[in-house]
């Protein structure tokens, strides 16, 4: 392990004023940050501003995720000297995607600091690997330059996926267009950019070594080797753009790399003569979104590299217009005009229940139909109010769509389909009855998704709407957990009591080499703890001073899970039975973890599930499409509720539901016996299985070669040689699937 002595050089003129000329110049400050709303707060920390932009470096303060500080924490639009906020949780160099990052220490120095420039440089270590950064910012540029160099000092070859990244707190990202599906770069590929944007500022990563694009277009990444000795560089660019424009940054992009351009222009107005909101231009290549330029006072201008492309305007709520087929040419200029966008209609749908015609909640989303390409042009996706219950309004450009509506995510309810047609300038009313398989809360058993963000860090969803997303799910009791904040938690309590629906509180524990929900915790709590630095012992004992009644342990087996991380002798503090629950995540591979769970049961362990979409966007994630149903014959709170997952009391699911009848799951009974258990799925039945000691199926009761089945009775018989524990799993005809915790066995 590699030695850094710890250490900050403050150069002369750190602290430059911001006023009167030294607005058009660059300056360097050092202590909490110019930027509002940043997380660079410490007196160490060092903030780079010049005309155009503001960034961050948390040199003390706590980066995310347990990043070593030192870290890019804070970005801005400056908009006439005036620093308009911070909008990323995160924009720097990564070592090896999202692992564990052992470090010890770092050394920052100020190389330039004139009016004309600054530059800074950061070296820190990833255990034997030394990791030093430039970061450098010229007057009137809009742009950042980094450069990344990686030197093994250690004694073995090192295969690692490294790169910079742009994690957005705020708005969407654009992924690099043309990438294949497993997001490699290809000959195919039209970019080497990923864009974080809203409507009022953009931000792009230009990172030419790319060859493979991660977690919704966040991460940059570069597949490499490190031999003992050798070195890799990466170099890439942070661009800021003060709207929601690209036309910057695909000039910008042209010019890096040498590509000839020719100019588009023209107007963009709807059929009443009026510049609609965000009139923009969409500019697609090889059937790929490739750009957008908005039409300011109805005007737009881009320059784009030259080849073939289709051309369009549109605006918020208003029908596209007819694409045109383009060929840009060196240096050429070409009009062309979009004046008759067609003005939009209006929605409202009422959404029932098919027997009662009580209001339900619902998850509404556009199936077929005029789509937004611009989040900030409508969403397709959007949700029944909090009151009045089960109505929804939105404004959508005419025509034919498909509707998709969702009460209860597939659980309870099957989803429902709607055609409508909606004209210019007229309100469309709809009423929509679904019918009810069955009620898991009338059986005392109840459904939260217990692991869900809302705005902190790279989580979009404004608390409401998360609020609003779990109800839609037909969640019994909200839920949430941000990276190492618990800010949200007055308003999620009051939306929740709003309409009468426990809340839990929760805080994700984010260090990198793993992360914890602990729940409920007291809602006045405070975290008492530094996830960047501290063992896992000292963690625990935080999480248990906030009032957790259980710790559950996130996504034990990916990049930045406990186990990964224990196995690779990487957890600080090495190891603990604190754990109670492990988490089976929709957005990981399930199979290590249950197998895991699978060998604990093994040894008699009361180590159970608990389940969680990790949902940090509810428009485009369903939550609750996972979710841990627990059976709480008391008072529901979300006391009883942990304390019911706590006992084994539960089970996870994706859509089959489980009534076991006799025990219960944590439960103990003899071999020998039968156990009558009602499954419902209302995707139809495929396969039930009781699995024993060692993962082994005992028994299966398949429905594959039967007329569509939703609810349905089996009898298992718990083999006389079964020993310590049976669980069930269930598989619906959609692939959907239902795990259980286990029954435990007497010892004979």
Known sequence: MIEIV????????????????????????????????????????????????????????????????????DLSVVTNGRIEGDKIAFADFIP?????????????????NTPQ???????????????????????????ITLKTVMRNNGENTLSLTSGFTLWADAGQMFEVPGLNEEKFRHSKTLSDRIVGYDRDWAFALHAPYFDRNTYGGRDMYKAHTLKPGAQQTFEAALQVVPDGDLAPVVKAEAARRGEATGALHGRVTAQNGN???????????????????????????????????????????????????????????????????????????????ADTAAPLDARISIAEGQEPLVAYLGRQTFFTELTPVGQAKVALAPGQYTINIDAGAGFERPMQHLEVTLTSGRVSEYTVKIPSLTDTAEHQWYGADLHHHGNVLEATTPPETVV??????????????????????????????????????????????????????????????????????????????????????????NDFGYYTNLAKNEVTGGATDAFRLLEINIATNNAPTLAQLHRLWDGRKPVYMTAGTDTHDAWSQRS???????????????????????????????????????????????????????????????????????????????????PLSQHQRVILPIPAEAQDWVSIEVDDQAGKKAWSNPLWLTVN
Do not use: C
């Open 624 to 706: 609750g499409a996972i979710r841990m149903l627990a059976h709480v014959s008391e008072s529901l709170t979300p006391q009883s509720y942990a304390q019911a997952l706590k006992a084994g009391h539960s089970y996870a699911s994706t859509g089959p539901l489980i009534y076991p009848h006799r025990v219960n799951f944590g439960d103990t009974t003899h071999a020998g016996q039968t156990w009558p258990v009602d499954v419902v799925a209302v995707n139809g039945l495929k396969e039930v299985r009781l699995i024993g000691q060692g993962g082994k199926v005992l028994h299966t009761v398949s429905f594959d070669n039967q």
């Open 117 to 143: 420039r600054a530059t800074i440089k950061i070296r820190r270590n990833f255990a034997a690997v030394d990791i030093t950064t430039w970061y450098s910012l010229a007057a009137g540029d809009d742009q």
């Open 468 to 557: 609003r997303s779990q109800l839609a799910a037909g969640l019994d009791l909200t839920f949430i957990s941000e990276h190492d904040s618990i800010v949200n938690f007055a308003e999620f309590a009051a939306l929740s009591a709003q309409r009468k629906v426990p809340f839990i509180p929760s805080i994700e524990v984010s260090p990198s080499w793993g992360h914890m929900n602990p729940f409920p915790i007291d809602l006045d709590a405070t975290f008492n703890a530094d996830s960047g630095t501290d063992d896992i012992h000292t963690l625990v004992k935080a999480m248990e001073d906030m009032g957790a009644v259980v710790i559950p342990m996130n996504h034990p087996y």
């Open 96 to 112: 090896n995607s999202w692992s564990a990052w052992p470090n010890d220490g770092k050394v920052v120095e100020i190389i330039e």
């Open 275 to 353: 510049v609609p909101d965000n009139a923009m231009v969409i500019v697609r290549r090889q059937n790929h979104l490739y750009a957008w330029t908005l039409a300011t006072n109805g005007n737009y201008q881009i320059d784009l590299p030259v080849g073939e492309y289709e051309v369009f305007g549109t605006a918020s709520g208003h029908a596209d217009s007819p694409v045109q087929k383009v060929t840009v040419t060196a240096d050429s200029d070409q009009s062309y005009h979009f004046t008759d966008l067609a003005l939009p209609g209006e929605l409202v749908l009422k959404v029932e229940d």
């Open 6 to 73: 710890k250490r900050v050089i403050v150069s002369v003129g750190l602290a430059l004023m911001m006023s009167g000329i030294a607005n058009a110049e660059v300056s360097i400050t050092q202590g909490k940050t110019l930027i509002p709303d940043g997380e660079a707060n410490h007196v160490k920390d060092i903030t780079v501003k010049n005309e155009k932009l503001a960034f961050a470096l948390a040199i003390e303060s706590a980066a995310p995720w347990g990043v070593p500080r030192g870290a890019l924490v």
